[in-house]
């Protein structure tokens, strides 16, 4: 069960978009489409921001956009603010009945 | 208000056993999956077990702690378990409870409520 790849860091100016890649298998990312991305700034609990690919949960901006292509997903924030400075997740479900989530990646809003 | 709050983390020897507990309110416990989360200090989520709506129809472990850890609910009392047996050094993180989005799901779906978690230290 190793993790979804996902860079480490990625950086934007203000008002710039940036897109994050999370990429897994035919088993996961690819085969599935419950992959779900998370924000989760330091010292607080994760919040869910896509399920299912693309659908965002009721309060989360339109800024916040979810896709996915093969084995890769991805999120991309547009209009980026001062505020989606922190790190997010991606996960997925696997064709091993289990959950699978990605390294992390920290946005910084230059 | 939907809330998750955990308890039972604290330091434990390695080889020991800990029972962590999360008691729901303001949905309805029992029409969804649940899912224990945890993180180690400084590093990144890792998926730890689920249980359906339904209890025993389907759960599920991360390969790290399968046949040490036990996952179970009271939907009589909107409560969520994880037994922890042989601990390692390697468990210590903060341990999340979360809400399956779906109704009547599986588990597998988005995590869409999460508690504060609780602390588990495995050390000598």
């Known amino acids: 069960q190793s993790a979804l790849t996902q860079p480490p860091s990625v950086s934007g100016s203000p008002g710039q978009s940036v897109t994050i890649s999370c990429t897994g298998s035919?088993?996961?990312?690819?085969?599935?489409?419950?992959v779900s991305w998370y924000q989760q700034p330091p010292g607080t609990a994760p919040k869910l921001m896509i399920f299912?690919?693309?659908h965002r949960p009721s309060g989360v901006p339109d800024r916040f956009s979810g896709s996915k292509s093969g084995n890769t997903a991805s999120l991309t924030i547009s209009g980026l603010q001062a505020e989606d400075d922190t790190n997010y997740y991606c996960?997925?479900?696997?064709?091993?009945?289990?959950?699978?989530f990605g390294g992390g990646t920290k946005l910084t809003v230059l | 208000e939907v809330q998750l709050v955990e308890s039972g983390g604290g330091l434990v020897q390695p080889g020991r056993s800990l029972r962590l507990s999360c008691a729901a309110s303001g949905f309805t416990f029992d029409d969804y999956a649940m899912h224990w989360v945890r993180q180690a200090p400084g590093k990144g989520l890792e998926w730890v077990s689920y249980?359906?709506?339904?209890?025993?129809?389907?759960?599920a472990y991360a390969d790290s702690v399968k046949g040490r850890f036990t996952i179970s609910r009271d939907n009589a009392k909107n409560s969520l378990y994880l037994q922890m047996n042989s601990l390692r050094t390697e468990d210590t993180a903060l341990y999340y409870c979360?809400?399956?989005?779906?109704?009547?799901?599986?588990?597998?779906?988005?995590?869409?409520?999460w508690g504060q978690g609780t602390m588990v230290i495995v050390s000598s």
């Open positions: 979360t809400k399956d989005q779906e109704y009547r799901g599986y588990g597998g779906d988005a995590l869409d409520i």
């Open positions: 035919s088993s996961d990312v690819g085969g599935y489409n419950r």
């Open positions: 996960s997925s479900y696997t064709s091993t009945n289990t959950v699978l």
């Open positions: 299912e690919v693309r």
């Open positions: 249980i359906s709506w339904n209890s025993g129809s389907n759960i």
